[in-house]
């Protein structure tokens, strides 16, 4: 099964003095990278909930919002007055430090949201089981999003091996049909670059050629390249979802294609392999955004 490494989940749940919302998102990111926003009267459960999140993300940069929202009874506010003595204190320090002769206003102190507490709900009304339970609930959303998106990549994945796949079938019948053409183009520079051919006898003219070919043939390539594409096919199965050997496979054929590139003087294999490299790259690209936990090779 393949996850994707991009997904959505969120959940809500309450009683009946407060709401705990929960929205999870995740993008694709080589290590786990946390970025949570989590409102202060659920701190106290951070620690569990960031262990609840990267025991189920394993990797990406996760986006993880948590609110509450309280039963309009609950909200019942008071002013800090000591905060707002401190506040005053400071703001008369920087007028008189900074010369600025300017009475301090209302709209001035109010950018100071902490003057003002909410003293109708408190860490003891905040039920733990139901924030832990709208955190697992948001998870299995993200979870089920992955999948699907899973699928999604998987079918691209697919569609783009097949076209590699058919590439290769026309590499591998051009390059069955070219080598008596090849024969021929050979023996033909060789009598125009050696004008006393004839004193070469057809053993050591077709020596010559025979050593020439060998260096041009591709046949080596196209089975490590064939047999890369069927080991990468299985890790598609894979339920571990080996991603480190992915891209190790995908180094390899990308090395075999540049060699049949270099090796070959046909110009249909030429441009059938600049289209297995794109091809190849993005598989590339696919693979990075497929979940999998890490391995050791």
Not at 44 to 73: P, Q, Y
Not at 104 to 113: Q, R
Not at 200 to 229: G, P, V
């Amino acid at each position: 099964m393949i996850l994707s490494m991009t997904g959505y989940g969120k959940s809500e749940k309450k009683n009946k003095n407060f709401c705990v919302s929960v929205e999870i998102k995740s993008i694709n990111n080589r290590f786990f990278d946390p970025i949570p926003k989590i409102h202060p009267l659920l701190r106290e459960f951070e620690k569990e909930i960031m262990a609840l999140v990267k025991d189920e993300c394993i990797r990406g940069r996760v986006f993880i919002n948590l609110d509450v929202n309280t039963n309009s009874n609950l909200n019942q506010f008071t002013l800090n007055k000591k905060k707002l003595s401190s506040y005053v204190d400071i703001l008369d320090q920087v007028s008189k430090e900074a010369k600025i002769d300017e009475p301090i206003s209302l709209s001035n102190l109010l950018k100071y949201p902490d003057i003002i507490e909410n003293i109708g709900i408190s860490d003891e009304n905040i039920s733990k089981k139901i924030v832990i339970t709208a955190v697992k609930s948001a998870l299995r959303d993200l979870k089920s999003f992955r999948k699907k998106e899973g699928n999604n990549l998987l079918d691209d994945i697919n569609n783009v091996l097949d076209a590699i796949n058919r590439n290769f079938k026309k590499i591998e019948m051009i390059s069955k049909k070219n080598i008596n053409k090849e024969l021929i183009q050979y023996k033909k520079k060789i009598k125009n670059y050696m004008p006393n051919l004839s004193k070469l006898d057809d053993d050591r003219l077709y020596q010559e050629i025979a050593i020439i070919l060998e260096k041009k043939d591709i046949n080596e390539e196209l089975i490590r390249f064939k047999s890369h594409m069927q080991l990468f096919s299985s890790y598609l199965k894979n339920k571990n979802n080996e991603g480190k050997k992915k891209n190790f496979l995908l180094q390899e054929m990308n090395r075999e294609v540049n060699t049949i590139g270099a090796k070959s003087d046909n110009t249909k294999i030429r441009h059938l392999v600049v289209d297995v490299k794109d091809n190849l790259e993005k598989l590339r690209e696919q693979v990075q955004n497929i979940l999998w936990k890490e391995e050791n090779l």
